[in-house]
């Protein structure tokens, strides 16, 4: 069993690191907000004073963070885990962040002679909890091969996407598109209230016709016609318009550096911003539909 460090025990890197924990690893957590790391010793962790403690001695470093700041500061900083970890020590990087910091991060890594890899999720806190995730992953196939056995004690798809940062490509585009499709779907059931057609009848029609996208029938806006989806329960998140938000807004970032024309990303990104500015930010994203029937 490996000697795993944790880093970011937030709501999703918490229970993450609690199934390595079931799985048998020894897991010793840090996160700069305490109550975190004492929920990981209450089942069965250890915890780290500093960034470098979770680092220095570990097979594999795990990094769960909001943004590409602070996985620099994380993995480059003084005392971080660069400075800490034992040679052939393996790094996972989690966290969704910019195709460039990562592309960076890994860089510094091969440097020194560690391998790493970019790893961010779909799948969400249920996913987190019930270690199904679904990890996209970026890095070589000699630091895929050793990650891998970690990452499927916490999820159930693993996809080895290519090179330095092609996790980080995979998410932002497949979110581009979520971020998109449930926009489309959503003006969809707004122009049907506004036509007079009953919203089950075009979900029906839609569902099984050239309409049919995960937006409509996994996580249909209106309530009723998927009972499982937010719409049912006042929108509650779920995956929040900030999130989201973030999301496209790193797949813009990445469309401006890479000279890809996105107008519709562009379009979902500004009318997100919107959204969330209106107060809704911690709501579910599909709540969108609630902003486009009053805008
Ligand atoms: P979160 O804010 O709940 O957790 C982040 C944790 O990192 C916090 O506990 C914070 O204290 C800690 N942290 C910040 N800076 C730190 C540092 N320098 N050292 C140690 N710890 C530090 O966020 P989350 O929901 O767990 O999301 C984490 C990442 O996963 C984000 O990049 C997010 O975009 C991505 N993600 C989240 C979801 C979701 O549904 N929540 C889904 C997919 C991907």
Not at 8 to 23: E, F, R, S, T, V
Not at 126 to 132: D, H, I, K, L, S
Not at 172 to 191: D, K, Q, Y
Request: hydrophobic share 45%; charged share 15%; glycine share 14%.
């Amino acid at each position: 069993m490996a000697k795993i460090g944790f880093i970011g025990l937030g709501n999703m890197g918490l229970p993450m690191a609690q199934n390595l924990l079931k799985a048998g690893h020894e897991v010793t957590g840090f996160d700069v907000s305490p109550a975190a790391p004492s929920k990981l010793a209450e089942a069965g962790g250890k915890t780290a004073k500093e960034i470098g403690d979770a680092a220095a001695g570990m097979d594999v470093v795990v990094t769960m963070l909001p943004a590409g700041q602070h996985v620099r500061d994380v993995y480059l900083g003084n005392g971080g885990v660069f400075a800490r970890a034992k040679p052939g020590a393996v790094f996972i990087d989690c966290s969704t962040i910019d195709v460039e910091t990562a592309r960076a991060v890994i860089g510094e890594a091969s440097k020194k002679g560690f391998l790493m890899l970019d790893a961010p999720v779909s799948g969400g806190v249920g996913g987190a909890q019930g270690g199904t995730l679904t990890f996209m992953v970026g890095g070589s196939d000699a630091a895929f091969a050793k990650a891998q056995p970690i990452l499927e004690k916490m999820g159930k798809t693993i996809v080895h996407a290519g090179a330095a940062g092609a996790g980080q490509a995979a998410k932002i585009c497949n979110n581009m598109i979520l971020g998109i499709s449930m926009i489309a779907v959503s003006e969809a059931f707004v122009l049907a209230e506004k036509l007079g057609l009953d919203k089950q009848k075009l979900f029906d029609i839609s569902s099984k016709s050239s309409g049919q996208c995960w937006s409509m029938t996994t996580y249909c806006p209106v309530p009723g016609p998927v009972p499982t989806s937010p719409a049912n329960r006042d929108y509650a998140a779920g995956f929040t318009a900030a999130m989201m938000l973030k999301d496209l807004k790193l797949s813009q970032e990445a469309a401006k550096a890479a000279g890809a024309s996105t107008p519709l990303g562009a379009n979902a990104s500004a009318l997100y911003q919107k959204y969330a500015d209106s107060g809704e930010a911690g709501k579910d994203f599909s709540g969108i539909i609630n902003y486009l029937r009053g805008s």
